[in-house]
């Protein structure tokens, strides 16, 4: 157990429709990272936000936002719902942005889009 | 812009026999390295990383990895494989992208240990 969680394990949806995915960074962490795995692209980070504040930003669509709130959760919303993002999302979250410190990851969340 | 190679997709071995996963990266800068595993259903767990000094970097469950600069690889190895190391594999390298390191990781290596 990694200390983060993600909620829902799994969603299931239908196109065109919006979705959030949660997450809560383990205890003490201010960072987190969004990361989408499929089997087309493998694992692709989406986004990061430290202590509220967006740092990164990657491979993410414009459909695509999310936020992390003062208490430090974090939300990754998915609007029009395509095929194609039928996924695992990830977050992750580590005590800060160097990279000296370790990413934990969540255990994930399956959206699957119909 | 870097990127990560992970030359096998699958390797099956046997149970207590050695393994070697292999790892190019290409990079204009300094990188950091990483391998990660991912069991089933679960999410990734850092194995081991390459920061700086020596080359030669142990992680956990008996793994270890070394960086080579000129070959700009970072092959992950064990010498007695059990069951329970099948899983999948991640090779990443990070650079400092926007103030945050961000990792790109390898699509993957499935290592499938047999009895």
């Known amino acids: 157990d990694s200390g983060v969680t993600q909620t829902p394990k799994h969603l299931i949806t239908a196109t065109g429709q919006r979705v959030t995915l949660r997450c809560s960074p383990r205890s003490g962490d201010l960072s987190v990272y969004w990361y989408q795995q499929s089997l087309d692209q493998g694992l692709q980070f989406l986004i990061h936000?430290?202590?509220?504040?967006?740092?990164a930003k990657g491979n993410i669509l414009e459909r695509f936002s999310a936020q992390q709130f003062p208490d430090l959760h974090s939300e990754l919303n998915l609007s029009s719902l395509e095929l194609g993002d039928s996924a695992l999302y990830f977050c992750?979250?580590?005590?800060?942005?160097?990279?000296?410190?370790?990413?934990?990851f969540g255990p994930g969340t399956r959206l699957t889009v119909t | 812009a870097q990127s990560v190679t992970q030359l096998d997709s699958q390797v099956p071995v046997f149970e207590e026999a050695p393994v070697e996963l292999r790892c190019n990266y290409s990079?204009?800068?300094?990188?950091?390295l990483f391998w990660y595993v991912q069991y089933p259903n679960q999410g990734l767990q850092l194995l081991l990383k390459?920061?700086?000094?020596?080359?030669l970097v142990k992680g956990i469950n008996g793994f270890e990895a070394e960086f080579n600069k000129s070959q700009t690889s970072f092959h992950l190895r064990k010498p007695s494989v059990h069951i329970s190391d099948t899983a999948e594999y991640f090779c990443?390298?990070?650079?400092?992208?926007?103030?945050?390191?961000?990792?790109?990781f390898g699509r993957g290596t499935s290592l499938i240990v047999h009895p």
């Open positions: 990079s204009s800068v300094s990188v950091y």
């Open positions: 390459y920061l700086s000094g020596s080359t």
């Open positions: 992750a979250s580590s005590v800060e942005t160097r990279v000296i410190y370790e990413q934990y």
């Open positions: 936000y430290y202590n509220g504040e967006e740092r």
């Open positions: 990443a390298v990070s650079d400092r992208t926007g103030g945050s390191y961000i990792p790109t």
